[in-house]
């Protein structure tokens, strides 16, 4: 719908439609900051039993949503981040998506992975108002990547795990490479990288973003 | 005496000589954690009449080092940055680079500014063994920059002040925009990028990184 407006005003302009105007959807850069991901069996272990995770702000993609239920990560070396904020619903397997920052301010060496693929990854203990949990695996870097609607990848002509650039502007500006295309008809268009990448462009809600293959 | 070598293997081989080859120096690209730069009188309130600082590691531009002396940063929320590192020798202003991860940390809201050009930043309280010190101003994020000797900016085809891009190789890669040249006979060719950057990229002593204009 919206499309079509704007394909209007341009056309009404007499100019040419620049070809970013004409993308299906607009593109949403968001930072996520650290967070962790849980089975329901670890959210009891932490919260209680019967205990679920409760929204208390929606996210972008569909259904998604920040918890209230925060926890605390104690690393390798007895050093502590709190209130690590648990993104819902829950999911299969246990995740901490750290920055880098973090993980050496923790003290932990952690891998650069894709979100899902933590096998042989390091571990850490949980601390929750009713429990503690170790995980033997999970704490990663999450990958920097791209949710897309299939019509998103058609307009910008790249198949599912494809890689991408993503061209952030202002006085820091910079350009990342390498985010993989997540394609999925659930999907909205955004990008995710974390907080060392939106720091180090400083990235604000008017900063000028373009994604390119 | 070493490009030369290089040119020799190159000849030998009957390739064309790389331009990157064929740069009168070699590229460093180093992260500088949080900092401070004091002032002579700002040493002695801290740390006592007739301090000064101690070399505790030479860096790699000439007559630079940081100081065995480190001291605690009090934001505006109270919260507090222990250990920070002095850089000496001392200079005529106070000035503390903090990463925007550090400044979000601190409750800080803290400008992009080139070393030295301070007027106007935010503030904060330093303590130190000996005593605390109230600066007015001098809080900031440092610009990503890079230091040349006239050889590199002659080789680079750069002007003082004109504004190059590092590209940062490896699985979460990326390209930095808008760092000034600072060129100085005194200077070793040397990019210096923060934390947030370093970390964005995962930089290591073995990622790949290639300066162009």
Redo the contacts between chains.
């Keep these: 719908m919206e499309f079509h407006v704007r394909q209007a005003v341009y056309q009404r302009l007499g100019r040419a439609l620049p070809s970013v105007a004409m993308a299906p959807n607009p593109l949403l850069v968001n930072v996520s900051a650290r967070h962790c991901h849980l089975t329901q069996d670890a959210v009891e272990t932490l919260f209680g039993k019967g205990s679920a995770l409760t929204p208390f702000k929606w996210l972008y993609q569909e259904g998604q949503f920040a918890a209230k239920e925060t926890l605390t990560l104690i690393g390798p070396r007895s050093r502590v981040i709190s209130n690590l904020r648990i993104l819902g619903p829950c999911r299969n397997f246990n995740q901490v998506e750290l ?3 973090d993980a ?1 301010a923790l003290g932990f060496d952690i891998p ?1 992975r894709i979100s899902g693929d933590i096998k042989g990854t390091a571990g850490a203990m949980l601390m929750g108002p009713s429990g503690f949990l170790e995980i033997q695996e999970g704490v990663i ?1 999450a ?2 990547h791209v949710h897309m609607h299939p019509s998103d990848a058609q307009f910008y002509g790249v198949k599912p795990g494809q890689t991408m650039k993503l061209r952030i502007g202002g ?8 985010m993989p295309a997540r394609v999925d008809a659930a999907f909205k268009l955004e990008v995710h990288i ?4 939106g ?2 462009c ?1 990235l604000q809600p008017d900063t000028p973003c373009e994604l390119t293959k």
Tied chains: 1, 2.
């Design positions: 920055a880098y920052t050496i650069l870097r990958m920097r006085p820091c500006g910079l350009t990342l490479d390498g974390d907080t060392d990448e720091n180090a400083n």
